[in-house]
């Protein structure tokens, strides 16, 4: 679990109320040149079988088998999952939009939170964005970010999600050479993401 237990120190304060408040202070990330890819969508897919509702009841995530509810990855994530023989690793930040400044924008609130995970990373680079037209039924944008933590390298995506009264951070990584053979699992997961009215299942932390 060596890439559970380095990549950690990467995620510390990756919420902009925990961690900046006056969110102007942060740094952006400014993006490798890189081709802009073309827009895709995000739709749950029927195939995944295990829903994790957040302790608020108030978000989800639906995982393949091989995943599990985790509740050491942040201290402030809403849902955390990981596969532990692929050594994937998921997590959902959510914060109240009545918390944050009125005139923060989707991408702004992408360039700040990643910003603050770019900061933790030795050696890092980040793609071009995605603009996601969907994660359910929001609007998101997602980075793919590569980088060292303590020598360990470790790939990111990180996925921005805009609702009506919260912006979500979706983040997965995992190693570079379980990146390629899992990304299409790890994409899924991220577009399986969706807000709810109540709890029926599982409860995640």
């Keep these: 679990m060596l890439v559970k237990k380095i990549a950690l120190l990467s995620l510390i304060g990756l919420g902009l109320i925990s961690c900046s ?4 202070e942060q740094t952006e990330a400014s993006p490798v040149a890189s081709p802009s890819p073309t827009p895709v969508s995000l739709p749950a897919p029927p195939s995944l079988d295990r829903v994790i509702v957040s302790t608020d009841g108030a978000m989800q995530l639906t995982l393949p088998n091989g995943w599990q509810p985790e509740k050491a990855l942040h201290d402030e994530a809403q ?9 994937t690793f998921a997590i959902v930040l959510a914060e109240d939009r009545a918390k944050l400044p009125a005139d923060l924008t989707l991408e702004k609130h992408s360039d700040l939170t990643r910003g603050v995970l770019v900061g933790n990373l030795t050696d890092p680079a980040v793609t071009q964005p995605t603009p996601l037209i969907r994660v359910g039924d929001h609007p998101a944008i997602q980075y793919r970010i590569t980088g060292k933590i303590q020598g360990l390298d470790v790939v990111y995506l990180h996925t921005t999600v805009e609702t009506d009264d919260r912006f979500h951070q979706i983040l997965v990584w995992t190693a570079p050479a ?5 990304q ?3 994409q899924r997961i991220i577009g399986s993401f969706r807000e709810r009215q109540s709890t ?3 409860r995640g932390s």
């Design 200 to 202: 029926t299942t599982e």
């Design 178 to 182: 379980q990146f390629p053979p899992n």
């Design 184 to 186: 299409a699992e790890l």
């Design 21 to 24: 408040r006056g969110s102007s």
């Design 79 to 87: 849902l955390q999952a990981y596969d532990p023989k692929k050594e």
